[in-house]
């Protein structure tokens, strides 16, 4: 599976209605408005990790919410994930994604640097 992660300002210029063969999840913060509703799109809200040195009550990434990535990617080959950013909660979920399904983290980490 090949992985890549964007930027939200990103995130708005590419459309996954032009790439239907691809999986799409867009991870949001609380307050933020999906940006896509098409099939191939897994919409997910979760905060950062730096949320949790200002929010006690931040929303974190749950098994629930792992679960549903799971079962969104399995249906396609290559799978674009943004996040504000495109750093922290993208590039997690892409690295374990790398990992689960290449199966090793060397060659993982090669698919998405060349993408």
């Not at 374990?96 to 060397?106: P, S």
Request: charged residues 20%; aromatic residues 8%.
């Amino acid at each position: 599976m090949k992985t890549r992660t964007i930027s939200y300002s990103l995130d708005l210029r590419v459309s996954p209605q032009d790439c239907l063969d691809t999986g799409y999840i867009s991870i949001l913060s609380r307050g933020q408005d999906p940006i896509w509703h098409r099939n191939n799109v897994l919409t997910i809200i979760f905060d950062g990790t730096q949320s949790l040195n200002i929010d006690p009550n931040a929303l974190l990434f749950s098994s629930q919410l792992a679960q549903s990535v799971l079962d969104h990617v399995a249906r396609y080959d290559k799978v674009l994930i943004h996040c504000t950013f495109g750093i922290s909660r993208s590039g997690d979920i892409a690295e374990v994604l790398n990992v689960t399904y290449n199966h090793d983290d060397t060659e993982g980490y090669q698919l998405f640097l060349q993408d």
